[in-house]
């Protein structure tokens, strides 16, 4: 035969095996390589085109593998009948790209990034290694519904040791993130409970409440937390909470709102707490502070957490803990559903607990964000009075209170066109929108020889000086 | 300080070092080994135990996680301040343990189980663990919600080749299964949308219309596929369907029905296919016959498939394309949803396709299950004709038609008290129940030397003799 006619251009975004494997397609798709014709070897057409023979590999495998050609040992590649293959000739050059590319700005203070410098890559791998192996062939099918029992009991003993949580393995259901599992929660809750959500809140989870048709009343949170006398005048049946480190204002729930909280749910059967944990285990100033679901006598609290901010965000592993009287009413529900959890990611963490490596892991990294914190508010102190925070006892990010005769669009806007990103509180706000500019300030993605930079340069953009 | 009592007990669930843990938790807890107290050499302590440092360092290191002990460099571990620990003290012995343990038959003809001894580990190993690596931090974030552009550009290319469908990479969200993206589906669907189902159907997408509140009129499915006819009739405006391989019938939807189907979508601007292509991957005679969504011209089909059956069940990845008049309002609704499938799965699957190993392992199985199959039909033609055969074209499951005077149910009995699950098709009905016993018989859990010894064994339980 003669010589394929291939034109590679090594300044192309495709790669070049791609572009190999396009040309043939091509040539045999429109006819200019006939059934039965041999192919150039590897080797000879990897060294006519000056290319690896590796490369050449990949692109006669990808013909190979769908069908182009075919490969007989020791005697090479041949062009094979195309007319057998499911082949539909495009009307139009392919688009394989997608096209959003998100604008990455110089600094984000987004407060669900975290610190991904000091994730412990080593072990993770070694953990995923050996579960992906032979002998685990069984963890290819489905397992448990509400995730494999080694993940649950891990979670079980690290809930009850450092947040008080006394459930069994049982109780929990994992899941792809609080978001995937407060609609499963939602249902089983029925079409008649009513929502209490926190005002200002997380908007993730109260989308939640708005897609599957739930009412949800926002009730104001103060320097305390959640207005429970609100709530108690409200016609809600679940609140919504985050107890630990109010999301956004970074309050920590006192103690006489927690034993109200827990009083005003006891009081129905029908009322239930929904404790969201979400960042609970960076908890950096006075004494940890146990988890409502271990307080709780009447068995009304719904505890919810996630391995977001304490493992990976991407990891998609989340957790809820159902109070028995809930328990039965999910295993009725949701007999069909498969857990949304890979196994083995699920396995790979449980063992990754089970060795001791997560609370290592959560130790070293409330040292890592307990430093970020410190070199943060060192740097905001410097343009105290028109700069005060609050929120800094736990969690990966603060509140700020700029005292200035802008309101928050305006400084966020200034922030954006200086290539900074900040969050404004009234983003979260449904009702109690204040005048005053406050702006959550998440740190946890910020590496520590930026932080007092990208204070400066935030200051900078907000014309503020320091005192 | 004294030797610490502890006793061990080998023939225990529980691990040797949860027993230490344990112990010397409870020590502490009760006051007997008091604040400051120095513990025992790991050394010193393995060789009075009579077991390994590790064992002992991994109690220890549990301890330390907890804050139960300190380590101090080159002096030994201490016995810390427990008053500082949000340490709850259980009023009732801690229940860790899961109750439930599925109970496993010794033969199982599942349509869910796919062939787990062929899977390529050692690839899948490599490619997991070269994405796990500190380059690849970033990975840690979130990524695009609709899945991240790597592997939807690897999927793009991928169904466009093997299954006809003409999409770009910016049409398709990835998922954790069809479960999980068809109440996605549904929303943007709208609540005034009303859905077909086959019947005899699939459960487990049919369960989500019912709990998204959705009405679902079941049409019935003959040797052609569903009956396009009586989808007409009906006030059905978008149709579930499963072409390539009816579940649980096994059927291939005719050209001619296809034609129809294709031209009642094309009637309303609101109607829509939903094309299942749950296991198109693996057929095995006649010409592979392209999706719906390559021959749409109208924009009305919505494509979905996953990887459970050509790669794992267990990896909960799945995908959906959609035609781009709903492309709009899925990113309009779902601006603040993450995706739910862990970023690292995503990349590793991603780069497994895009060095074309997914193509081959798909070559691989498909002789794999084509090889079960004919092991299955040779043993079952051998008990004709009282056993009669269908959808075998494709798959991991065909249909048996059993000739008796007993019912499906007393069938399913008789096999189970034999060890033996098989699965009625009566149980995948809502309307057309048929009165002659059928059953799925799925293939692709069993092994090749098992296959003939499992029917033989059915046959036995159903006292069906060879002819």
Chains 1, 2 share one sequence.
Not at 159 to 174: E, N, P
Not at 190 to 203: M, N, T, V
Not at 239 to 244: E, H, K, L, R
Not at 313 to 341: D, G, N, Q, W
């Amino acid at each position: 035969m003669e010589m394929l006619l291939i034109e590679l251009n090594k300044d192309s975004e495709t790669p070049l095996y791609e572009q190999i494997y396009q040309q043939i397609r091509n040539d045999i798709t429109e006819g200019k390589l006939v059934v039965g014709e041999k192919l150039p070897s590897k080797r000879k057409l990897g060294e006519f085109l000056d290319v690896s023979q590796t490369t050449i590999e990949i692109a006669y495998g990808q013909l190979a593998a769908e069908g182009f050609i075919t490969s007989k040992p020791r005697k090479g590649y041949f062009v094979q009948e195309v007319g057998e293959l499911a082949y539909v000739q495009p009307t139009e050059e392919f688009k394989f790209t997608a096209k959003e590319v998100r604008k990455e700005l110089e600094i984000d203070f987004s407060p669900g990034k975290i610190d991904t410098e000091s994730f412990p890559f080593a072990q993770w791998r070694k953990y995923a290694k050996d579960t992906i192996d032979e002998s685990s062939s069984h963890l290819l099918l489905l397992g448990h519904p509400h995730g494999d029992v080694e993940l649950r009991q891990e979670i079980a003993k690290y809930l009850y040791h450092s947040r008080g949580v006394d459930c069994s393995a049982d109780q929990i259901i994992v899941g792809s993130g609080t978001e995937q599992l407060m609609p499963l929660l939602i249902r089983i809750l029925g079409p008649r409970a009513k929502y209490a959500i926190e005002d200002p809140g997380y908007p993730l989870t109260h989308h939640v409440f708005f897609h599957n048709n739930r009412e949800a009343v926002p009730i104001a949170v103060d320097m305390e937390g959640m207005d429970v006398q609100a709530l108690q005048q409200s016609e809600a049946t679940v609140a919504y909470v985050t107890p630990s480190h109010q999301f956004p204002t970074g309050t920590v729930l006192s103690a006489a709102r927690r034993t109200a909280l827990l009083n005003w749910a006891a009081t129905h059967a029908s009322n239930f707490i929904i404790e969201d944990d979400y960042d609970s285990e960076f908890r950096y100033t006075g004494r940890p502070i146990p988890s409502l679901q271990g307080m709780d006598k009447a068995g009304n609290v719904i505890y919810v957490s996630t391995f977001s901010k304490s493992l990976m965000p991407s990891l998609r592993i989340a957790y809820m803990v159902l109070p028995p009287v809930l328990l039965k009413h999910y295993e009725e529900a949701f007999i069909h559903y498969s857990s949304t959890v890979p196994r083995l990611d699920q396995h790979t963490l449980a063992r990754f607990m089970a060795d001791g490596h997560f609370a290592r892991h959560l130790n070293r990294m409330r040292k890592v964000y307990k430093r970020k914190l410190q070199l943060l508010t060192d740097s905001l102190q410097q343009y105290a009075p028109k700069i005060t925070f609050s929120g800094d006892e736990a969690g990966m990010h603060i509140l700020i209170n700029v005292r200035t005769d802008e309101n928050e669009d305006s400084l966020t806007k200034a922030a954006l066109t200086q290539g900074i990103r900040v969050y404004g509180l009234n983003e979260y706000s449904k009702v109690s929108k204040s005048s005053q500019p406050s702006f959550l300030i998440g740190f946890g993605g910020l590496a520590d020889d930026r932080i007092t930079w990208a204070v400066e340069r935030l200051m900078k953009a907000w014309n503020i000086e320091k005192r």
